[in-house]
């Protein structure tokens, strides 16, 4: 599974780089994590990512356990830009319906 956290930064991002820094540690640190790195976009230089690869869906969402994830991963994923992060192989997805729409 793959995890994509985009964010605009307008300015000066060396405290964007120092705290995205800390969630890229802690989200490689984490049981099933295979790597994660902050990027930067090639033409537009307010554009950066947090991308990180996963053995599975549910080994992303246990990085947020505990208060000491908490504390690092929350207060910079939440001024990601708002859009659906999650990605896997076409294979592994089967029927993708909308949030909302599972009965």
């Known amino acids: 599974m793959l995890a994509i956290s985009r964010f605009r930064v307008p300015g000066d991002p060396s405290g964007f780089r120092l705290q995205a ?7 490689a640190a984490s049981r099933g ?3 994660a790195e902050l990027v930067q976009n090639l033409d537009d230089p307010e554009l950066w990512a947090i991308v990180s690869r996963w053995a599975d869906v549910g080994s992303y969402r ?3 356990n505990g208060t000491p994830a908490k504390m690092v991963l929350v207060p910079l994923l939440s001024l990601a830009i708002d859009e659906p992060s999650a990605y896997a192989m076409p294979s592994d997805v089967g029927e993708n319906r909308p949030r909302g729409t599972l009965g």
């Open 33 to 35: 994590s295979e790597g």
């Open 62 to 64: 246990r990085a947020f």
């Open 21 to 27: 820094g800390a969630v890229v540690q802690q989200f």
